[in-house]
């Protein structure tokens, strides 16, 4: 299975810019998560060809619909989406947040050996985190329930700013959304070779 092939491909398919440098950057990173898969248990999925879809595209996937510029990736894993989008946007910042430290390590790990400087890591729980910058955009991909997700990080989030969730069909958590915050909207979207339903939901705080 040629791999770069499979992420062209891809990319194409999801009508995404992605430069040559950007798109070895992600085979890099896809290396790192394959090799180190079996001693940190990162992610279920352990074929490479599978990771393509299921990881990097489905990270690329909502790239369109972000915006500037602090960023922090909550409940990050293995580094996805965060690592992504960092390698995509190096002009923004974003700080990768786990609370398994063995994660974390592999996502410090990765960042050095991809020469990432637009990324700080963190290992602790969410609702204890501190920062003197709030974000302008906060992202879960796997992280929680829309209710838990908002609560847990209302704390971090600036004035203006918006949060991410990538979801597969999320329309019973989004009738269960605590008062004062608003669906600003819900994309759907379509990632390669993924079967799963997936869709990104923008919310922001009821002014």
């Known amino acids: 299975m040629n791999l770069a092939h499979e992420l062209k491909t891809g990319i194409t398919q999801l009508g995404v810019d992605v430069t040559s440098d950007q798109q ?7 290396a790192l998560l394959y090799k180190w898969n079996g001693v940190y248990n990162l992610t ?7 990771m393509v879809s299921t990881h990097i595209l ?19 894993g293995g580094g996805l989406p965060g690592i992504v989008l960092a390698v ?17 390590g ?3 790990q990765a960042v050095i050996e991809l020469g990432l400087h637009n990324i700080e890591v963190r290992c602790e729980r969410v609702e204890h985190l501190q920062t003197q910058q709030k974000f302008d955009g906060i992202i879960s991909r796997a992280f929680a329930e ?3 997700f908002v609560t847990l990080t209302s ?26 915050v608003r669906v600003e909207k ?10 799963a339903a997936r869709s990104l939901v923008v919310l922001r705080v009821e002014k």
């Open 24 to 30: 070895v950057k992600l085979l890099e990173y896809l």
């Open 44 to 50: 279920a999925i352990r074929q490479p060809e599978i």
């Open 58 to 76: 489905d990270s690329l996937s909502v790239l369109p619909y972000l915006w500037p510029k602090r960023w922090l990736d909550v409940g990050c």
């Open 88 to 104: 995509m946007k190096p002009e923004w910042s974003f700080t990768l947040l786990d609370s398994n430290s063995k994660k974390t």
């Open 106 to 108: 592999f996502v410090q």
């Open 146 to 148: 829309l209710t838990d």
């Open 155 to 180: 704390h971090l989030l600036a004035e203006n700013g918006r949060w991410a969730a990538m979801k597969g069909i999320p329309k019973q958590e989004l009738s269960r959304l605590p008062t004062g």
């Open 186 to 195: 819900v994309i759907t979207l379509q990632v390669p070779k993924l079967e």
